[in-house]
């Protein structure tokens, strides 16, 4: 069997972390077991869908580094399909038209609520003659569902789980204007795409007894279910927006890396022994549903931001680089030249040893990217006076003809030239760094000289101005 996994979202909104993670998890355990993936919008509720909603879902999938296999689905191009399944199903008479009015539906509910009964339709209408009917009700379908007995679903995270079946209500397949309901159309789709593992949010537990009823109706092989548990905040409160439960497009403009997002998702309710930073190469090859927990994972902001910082460090210097011009560019109002990119190439790697994400790492390299003379802050400005002046301008004469420009000549000749004026080496370097930076913050002093060069270091030293 090849195995056939599908991630379907609504695009009523954005993809949030929850739909990630599902997502996540879909494709891994197609990946590990040689499969495929697939996406499948479920587009059928017109009103609520939207093609914004759709953007957003395929480029987050697209960042998240989750491509399908093959163009995706959208189910409201399956309408037909979902209606002649019905209408075969009411040929068959394992379905039957409803004539219930929207009163009498209230009704029934509320009776059926205020007796503590789960299954809230009376199936009247069941084995009723439609001539009975009233001309004004346009009737709806409702599929039989098993009215003795249990349904048992061995589901492959929560176990094994069941049903009464006599809680299980005889559910509309098509609405009284002719339309497919999710729960027919979900079935329909799954089996049409060869869906061979259903892995998705347990809060769809309640439907997998309903679905199972509707493939072994139609004869079609049941899929294997896997429900896991969502996802809370820190605190063990449901998810919401101040734990963190954004769109995923929030977490691409935090400057949060797709390769940490992926593992972050990853260790939320899924576990390999006490690793903790797992590269998605070893994701593929370790992930299976047998080590996804049933307690609900908790989302924390500071183990993403900290992880993302791990992910940042470890990335190749360029790749960084291509990562952050746009928002340095942003940030200066105007394009980043080559002889900056260069600057920028030669200094991330001190900058990235700090930086825990890549808005973060854009700021602080701000400063390879300015033109002259540099913007000061307040404090660097103070250590501009005019002695720290004279000092810099006789400094800049021995860096120009310092024989080595790399850091170890470099902090020779300051220190030198220190002794010389009967300083002390952060008397000499401070100013150094407010002149060359514009701030009194920045990775080595030295270092900075090297990824600047000389004639830039130079150059800043002469423009420097308090």
């Excluded at 390999?272 to 989302?299: C, K, M, N, Y």
């Excluded at 390299?365 to 540099?374: G, K, N, S, T």
């Excluded at 103070?382 to 024989?403: H, P």
């Amino acid at each position: 069997m090849t195995v056939v996994t599908r991630f379907a979202p609504s695009p009523t909104g954005y993809l949030h972390i929850g739909g990630a993670r599902t997502a996540l998890f879909n494709w891994l355990y197609a990946r590990h077991h040689g499969g495929s993936y697939r996406l499948r919008v479920e587009d059928t509720d017109r009103k609520r869908s939207t093609e914004d909603a759709v953007e957003k879902i395929i480029s987050g999938l697209d960042w998240l580094g989750l491509q399908d296999d093959g163009e995706p689905v959208f189910q409201s191009q399956n309408f037909d399909r979902h209606v002649a399944v019905a209408e075969q199903l009411l040929a068959e008479g394992k379905a039957y038209h409803c004539y219930c009015s929207p009163e009498e539906l209230t009704e029934m509910r509320e009776a059926a609520r205020a007796e503590g009964r789960t299954r809230l339709y009376d199936r009247r209408w069941r084995d009723r003659d439609p001539a009975d009917a009233s001309a004004d009700v346009a009737p709806s379908v409702r599929v039989k569902m098993p009215v003795e007995g249990e349904t048992v679903i061995a589901d492959l995270i929560q176990g094994e789980v069941r049903v009464d079946n006599d809680n299980l209500d005889d559910f509309i397949i098509l609405r009284p204007d002719g339309t497919p309901t999710y729960m027919l159309a979900v079935v329909i789709d799954d089996h049409d795409m060869g869906v061979t593992h259903i892995i998705r949010g347990d809060d769809h537990l309640n439907n997998a007894f309903r679905q199972y009823h509707v493939f072994e109706t139609l004869g079609w092989q049941v899929p294997e279910f896997a429900h896991m548990s969502l996802i809370h905040g820190s605190d063990g409160a449901k998810l919401s927006k101040r734990h963190g439960a954004l769109g995923v497009e929030a977490y691409h403009d935090m400057g949060i890396l797709p390769a940490a997002m992926r593992n972050y998702l990853l260790r939320l309710g899924w576990s390999h022994g006490d690793d903790e930073i797992i590269s998605t190469e070893q994701a593929i090859e370790w992930f299976d549903l047998s080590a996804v927990g049933r307690a609900p994972a908790r989302f924390d902001m500071d183990k993403l931001t900290n992880l993302n910082g791990h992910y940042i460090r470890e990335s190749n210097d360029g790749d960084l680089v291509a990562l952050i011009l746009p928002i340095v560019a942003e940030l200066l109002g105007a394009p980043v030249d080559e002889a900056a990119k260069t600057r920028l190439l030669a200094g991330i790697g001190g900058l990235k040893e700090r930086a825990k994400n890549l808005n973060e790492l854009a700021e602080t390299a701000l400063f390879y990217c300015r033109e002259r003379p540099l913007p000061l802050t307040e404090k660097a400005t103070k250590l501009l006076d005019g002695e720290a002046r004279d000092n810099l301008t006789a400094l800049a004469g021995i860096l120009a003809d310092i024989g080595s420009w790399d850091k170890e000549a470099l902090e020779a000749g300051v220190r030198e030239f220190a002794e010389a004026k009967d300083l002390k080496l952060g008397q000499i370097a401070q100013p150094l760094r407010a002149a060359l930076t514009g701030s009194t913050v920045s990775p080595g002093i030295f270092e900075v000289m090297v990824a600047l060069d000389r004639a830039e270091t130079l150059a800043r030293i002469r423009t420097s101005k308090a």
